[in-house]
C-alpha cells in the first residue's frame, strides 16, 4: 500500500483529499496544516507521495517543498493551488514537485489521479 502525507491549511480539504485517496488505495500516514509541520512529518514518515497546499501559515508550499527537496531529492510532491497561482506552480515545478492539482478539483479526476500514481510508483 502506498503511503500519503496531506498538507493543507484547511481541515476540510485535507478530510476530501484523505477520502479520495483512501479510495484510490493509499494510506494517509500523516496530516499536516502548515509547510513546517510538514518538513517534521516528511521526516518522520518518509510517505511516498506529498500532497501540499501552496498558500499556508508558518510555512508556505513551495518553501516547504525545497526544504523536503533538500534533504529528500527523491520525494514525490505533488503541489495544490487555486488556477491563479501559475506563476508560483511553475516555480514549484522548478523546484522538483512532481505533478500539481489545481483546486477547485473534480473528486473523480482526483481519484484518477491518486490511482494513476498508484500504480506508476
Not at 484510490?24 to 509547510?35: D, I, L, Q, R, Y
Not at 507521495?49 to 526544504?67: F, H, Q, R, W, Y
Not at 527537496?69 to 510532491?77: G, I, L, M, Y
Amino acid at each position: 500500500m502506498k503511503r500519503l502525507m496531506i498538507v493543507d491549511d484547511a481541515l476540510i480539504m485535507r478530510m476530501k483529499i484523505r477520502e479520495i485517496a483512501t479510495k484510490a488505495g493509499w494510506t494517509v500516514v500523516a496530516e499536516a496544516p502548515n509547510g513546517a509541520e510538514a518538513v517534521r512529518l516528511f521526516d518522520e514518515h518518509h510517505p511516498d507521495m506529498v500532497t501540499l497546499d501552496m498558500v499556508m501559515p508558518e510555512m508556505d508550499g513551495l518553501s516547504a517543498l525545497k526544504a523536503i527537496r533538500s534533504s529528500h531529492p527523491a520525494a514525490n510532491v505533488v503541489m495544490v493551488s487555486a488556477v491563479n497561482q501559475k506563476e508560483k506552480l511553475r516555480e514549484c515545478i522548478t523546484a522538483g514537485a512532481v505533478d500539481f492539482i489545481v483546486k477547485p478539483f473534480d473528486p473523480e479526476q482526483l481519484q484518477a489521479f491518486f490511482e494513476r500514481f498508484h500504480r506508476d510508483m
